[in-house]
Each structure stands twice: as structure tokens, then as C-alpha cells.
């Protein structure tokens, strides 16, 4: 009797920490011929409406109600006995087993975070047993570019007296020769940006924000920008560097005044999009991410239509749903997506987002979580898919490294590859 070796002979999952101490689960696959997959799912620290739910116990006895044993049980009770025997390298067919054992739109019964890291687990076996890189195996064919490295460098959110509604503020190095170039730029200019707060504060030395990064020394986000411009002109890269916004409007919108909460004042939608084409018209964006509420759909066709100097991208708006691009795409509300497998819940689900959108001219900018973790999938698609970039978040903390990290292995690995070139995309 011949053995399948591909075929899963047992899933077995755990609760691990992530890189801001939360509890999360991770999750073991392995095969038939004794080669394992391990996949864990990050969270991020703004979660979208639209994400798939990230199951948590809600038990304060536990981790502060962080716990995921339930999530834990639902693999050994409920996911485990379903995709035993299937053959660990249909990855598709193993992830619908999963959407149809939970049933639900968003995967509110088993969990997104339980069926993201048993999703996770089983590509990275299919790798293993394939004898390569997940990048290698999920790609179409020969690496050709590489994504350029964005560097989340000063946070918003609320800061005690003061709330900075802007998200991130991002720089870019779109324009280095190669990704080695690329990454010292990062390393260069994230000091100097903390210098300059330094300096903008009179001495008093510039603190670590809310996701690695800088905390502004304001709520003003004209503040921000020049200070991070200042710091790019003073490492002599203003013609090598553009800049990057994640507003994560819906974090500052408030549905009862229908207004959003920035720079101490109540703005309206409108408001909102005449503020991001001030910051358009002064400084070159590569591109916006979600300027406005992840409900807004008129509010993103207004935003596209009157911000002409920067590309207009969706995360929260779009929490990589392929349906909700589509909407998009026939509103042409969005120009560009966050790619981030986790709010959807299944590695397949992701690609087919991400296919819809290659066939839309849509770009596609794969993105770490704030509650990341060393080995984040995220890093091999990136690869993968080649896509024009990736957040890397700031180059502070041990996760975001490895991430710099796999950018530079790739690029030893693949010597032909070059930096996607960013020009035909470039709307400054």
C-alpha cells in the first residue's frame, strides 16, 4: 500500500505571544511524511469592521480576555478531523473546507485568526515539501522585481493632551538603485528623524510612538510632514525619497457628528479631502491610504477624482474582500489596495483579491501587521506577487527587521531583480 506523503495526517495549535505581547494562536500542520507547516495569525493594532474576526476568550481571568483557547479548541475539535487526509499541496481546497466549516460571511464561528494561521501552516508544508522558499513556490515564475521598502517613521493616535489623527506617516525610498540602497536610506533617515522632533522640541528627546516609529511632537499633521522632509533633506535624499499617508480615517470619524476628529479640530469629508490635497500640492505622495471612513464609498469617488497628485488606496475600505474591490473598481473609488491576507482570512481568498485587482491596474501593497511576528507570510507574497511595495513599518523592532532582512536575501537570491520602478505609477 503506497502512503500519500502529502497528505495531512495531524493539526495540532497553540497560544504564543506577538510582538506586542497579545496572545494569538498559532498552528501546526504535518503531513503524511513527516513535514511540517507552522503559520500564526498577526493582528493588527486598528482592526477594520469589515476584517474577519479575530476569535479572543473575552475571559479577564485570562491574558486580560486576550486568551485564544477557544480558537485553540476549534482546531482540535472542529478543523482537524475535516481537513485530515486532504492533500496538504491544494492549498484551495483546503482553504473553502475551511470557509464552508464556518459557514459565516465574516468567520465569526471558528474564527479568522484559527482559520488565517491553519491557512498559513498548510502553504508553508506545500513549500517544505516542495523543497523551497514560500516566496519561490507561490510564485508564477522567475523573480523579476522587487517591492520598494515603505518605513512607517512617526505614529498618530492619542498621545495623553493631544490625539494626531493621522495613522502614519510614511517615507519611501522609490527611487534607490537597488534594495541594499533602499534599506540604508531607511537606516539613515529614521535617526534623523528623531533628531529633528529632538531639535523641534527645544531638547527634550523624541519618544517612541504607538507602532515603532516617532511620537509627534503635535496633533498637527502639516507639523509631521515637514519635520519628516526635513529630516530626508538633511541625509541628502529629497530626490530619491517620496512619502506615504495611512490616515485610517475611520480611527478619527465619529458616524453620530458624521465628522472626523484631526488636528484638534471636527472636520468634514469634504474637509478631509481638500486637507490631504494641501499635503498633495507641498510634498510627493506615492500614495494615500484610507482618507476617509471605511463606509464612505461616495467619499472615496470624490477623493479620487479630486486628489490629483497621489494615488488613493484602501485598507480598512477594502480589508482585501475581493467583492468589496470589485464595488470599488466599478465606483472607481480606489486606485490601490493593503494587501493583508489576515482580514480576509484564507491565503486563497487573498490571491484572488489581489488577481482582481493585477487585472485592474489596481496596485497591490502587502502590509505587516501591527502586531506582527518573526516569519510573517506577508514578506515571502510580497516577493511572490511583485508587488510595486511593501509596509515595512519603522526599522526599530525585531519583526520589522527580519523583514528588511528577507528583502535583502531576496535580493542575493535573485541578482537580476531590480526595485519595481514606481514612474508609470507616479501621479506627482
Not at 365 to 375: A, E, H, N, T, Y
Request: net charge negative; charged share 25%.
Amino acid at each position: 500500500m503506497t502512503v500519500n506523503r502529502t497528505a495531512i495526517e495531524s493539526v495540532h495549535a497553540r497560544q504564543i505571544l506577538d510582538s506586542k505581547s497579545r496572545p494569538i494562536i498559532e498552528v501546526d500542520v504535518i503531513t503524511k511524511g513527516g513535514i511540517r507547516g507552522r503559520g500564526s495569525a498577526s493582528t493588527g493594532t486598528s482592526v477594520g469592521m469589515h476584517e474577519a474576526l479575530v476569535l479572543v476568550d473575552n475571559d479577564q481571568t485570562k491574558f486580560a480576555g486576550k486568551s485564544v483557547y477557544k480558537a485553540i479548541e476549534n482546531v482540535h475539535e472542529i478543523i482537524a478531523p475535516a481537513i485530515k487526509g486532504l492533500d496538504v499541496t491544494d492549498q484551495a481546497k483546503i482553504d473553502y473546507r475551511l470557509i464552508e466549516l464556518d459557514g459565516t460571511p465574516n468567520k465569526a464561528n471558528l474564527g479568522g485568526n484559527t482559520i488565517y494561521a491553519t491557512s498559513i501552516a498548510c502553504i508553508k508544508a506545500a513549500a517544505a515539501i516542495a523543497g523551497l522558499p514560500l516566496y519561490r513556490y507561490l510564485a508564477p515564475g522567475p523573480i523579476k522585481t522587487l517591492p520598494v521598502p515603505t518605513f512607517n517613521s512617526i505614529n498618530g493616535g492619542r498621545y495623553g493632551d493631544f490625539v494626531m489623527g493621522i495613522q502614519e506617516f510614511t517615507f519611501c525610498p522609490y527611487k534607490a538603485d537597488h534594495m541594499a540602497e533602499a534599506v540604508e536610506i531607511a537606516m539613515r533617515v529614521f535617526p534623523m528623524i528623531g533628531q529633528v522632533i529632538t531639535e523641534s522640541q527645544r531638547g527634550r528627546p523624541a519618544q517612541v510612538g504607538h507602532y515603532y516609529g516617532w511620537r509627534p511632537p503635535s496633533d498637527d499633521p502639516r507639523q509631521a510632514m515637514e519635520l519628516l522632509h526635513e529630516a530626508v533633506i538633511r541625509c541628502g535624499y529629497e530626490h530619491k525619497v517620496a512619502y506615504a499617508l495611512d490616515v485610517a480615517a475611520s480611527e478619527i470619524y465619529d458616524a453620530a457628528k458624521q465628522k472626523y476628529f484631526i488636528g484638534g479640530k471636527w472636520l468634514s469629508s469634504d474637509d478631509m479631502i481638500q486637507l490631504i490635497q494641501e499635503l498633495t500640492k507641498q510634498y510627493n505622495f506615492l500614495y494615500i491610504e484610507d482618507p476617509l471612513d471605511e463606509n464612505d464609498w461616495q467619499g472615496y469617488q470624490k477623493a479620487v477624482q479630486a486628489i490629483d497628485r497621489s494615488l488613493i488606496i484602501g485598507d480598512d475600505f477594502i480589508a482585501t474582500n475581493r467583492e468589496r474591490l470589485k464595488k470599488a473598481y466599478k465606483m472607481n473609488a480606489v486606485e490601490g489596495f493593503i494587501f493583508k491576507p489576515n482580514q480576509v482570512g484564507t491565503i486563497t481568498e487573498s490571491l484572488e483579491t489581489h488577481r482582481f485587482a493585477q487585472a485592474h491596474n489596481i496596485i497591490t501593497v502587502p502590509s505587516q501587521r501591527g502586531g506582527g511576528v518573526i516569519d510573517d507570510v506577508v514578506m515571502d507574497l510580497c516577493l511572490a506577487l511583485q508587488t510595486p511595495a511593501v509596509k515595512n513599518s519603522a526599522p526599530r523592532s525585531g519583526e520589522r527587521i527580519y523583514a528588511c532582512n528577507v528583502l535583502y536575501r531576496a535580493a542575493d537570491e535573485n541578482p537580476d531583480a531590480v526595485l519595481f520602478d514606481f514612474e508609470p505609477l507616479i501621479k506627482f
